[in-house]
């Protein structure tokens, strides 16, 4: 049952992730960025393991697409997150 709701939301619990992280960094939580950023990607890659081992036919290929895509975005919030850190540490140096 819980399998199944997070395969057909898979989509939205990743957006979820991206505006939590997007929150996160509006308030300056560092670590909370990085750690939705990483979760996000574990989240993509277990999308696609758990998609190798249970699934089969084509929503194997759906669940698959959904997990690169899902890995995809996690690695491009990792980029966000780290250069919205260099940029608050190029501030304080020069303060």
């Not at 992730?17 to 989240?43: D, G, N, P």
């Not at 997990?67 to 540490?89: M, W």
């Amino acid at each position: 049952m819980l399998m199944s709701f997070i395969l057909n939301n898979c989509m939205a619990i990743s957006i979820v992730f991206t505006v939590i992280l997007f929150i996160s960094i509006a308030f300056k939580k560092r670590i909370v960025a990085l750690v939705i950023s990483f979760v996000t990607v574990l989240f993509g890659l277990f999308l696609l393991l758990y998609d190798f081992a249970k699934i089969s036919g084509f929503d194997a290929l759906d669940i698959q697409i959904k997990g690169l895509i899902t890995i995809g975005e996690g690695l491009l919030l990792l980029v966000i997150t780290s250069v919205f850190i260099s940029v608050q540490e190029a501030k304080k140096k020069t303060l």
